[in-house]
């Protein structure tokens, strides 16, 4: 059975939100000591919580008092160097989703005059295009033909079938030609 997806939101019933504070923290202490076990990794958890005068602490007191001293002897450009506050993380997320809006809008605009060139081939007129449909239209054009520009000159620099030999074997646009060595079978057929 799947698990439901759960409603990220302060849990106003205090009974509920109690025994969802006990779950999440087991849960919690046991991914910590996988990460460390799996990883080979120092790690260490503190919870303070409103239902308990004192802390929860995994591994132990001492433990995470090790942890937190290595971490303290880093110098503080290590110490920072991946971590994050609230406002840098949305900034992040923000840069981040804006690039991959400005990227899904290309795609839709280039698919957007792909269709209209479709539409144009079979026959529909172009006079309904505003001007930047118009503008785009010219650009994708533009962009194709510099593609099949690229593309020739590639060909016109490659060599050609008449001047590729292979081994012997001249080939031409229209037929092979053997060139007839001593070792070759038909000439050693002749012979005989």
């Known amino acids: 059975m799947t698990k439901k997806n759960v409603k990220l939101a302060y849990i106003t019933n205090d009974s509920a939100r109690k025994a969802m504070f006990k779950q999440r923290n087991k849960g919690l202490m046991k991914k910590v000591s996988e990460l460390s076990t799996l990883c080979d990794v120092k790690a260490c958890a503190i919870i303070y919580s409103p239902y308990d005068s004192k802390q929860e602490v995994w591994p132990s007191p001492f433990g995470a008092q090790c942890v937190l001293s290595d971490f303290k002897r880093l110098p503080e450009m290590e110490q920072s160097k991946k971590m994050v506050n609230q406002e840098s993380f949305l900034c992040q997320k923000i840069a981040k989703a804006t690039d991959q809006l400005k990227k899904q809008c290309k795609d839709n605009r280039e698919k957007e005059i792909t269709y209209i060139i479709f539409q144009s081939l079979i026959g529909k007129p172009l006079h ?65």
């Open 128 to 192: 309904q295009l505003n001007l930047i449909n118009l503008k785009n239209l010219g650009w994708l054009i533009e962009q194709y033909f510099k593609e099949i520009q690229k593309s020739i000159g590639t060909l016109w620099k490659s060599p050609q079938p008449q001047e590729a030999t292979d081994a012997g074997v001249m080939k031409g646009p229209k037929e092979t030609f053997t060139k007839i060595t001593e070792d070759h079978p038909v000439q050693m057929l002749q012979q005989l």
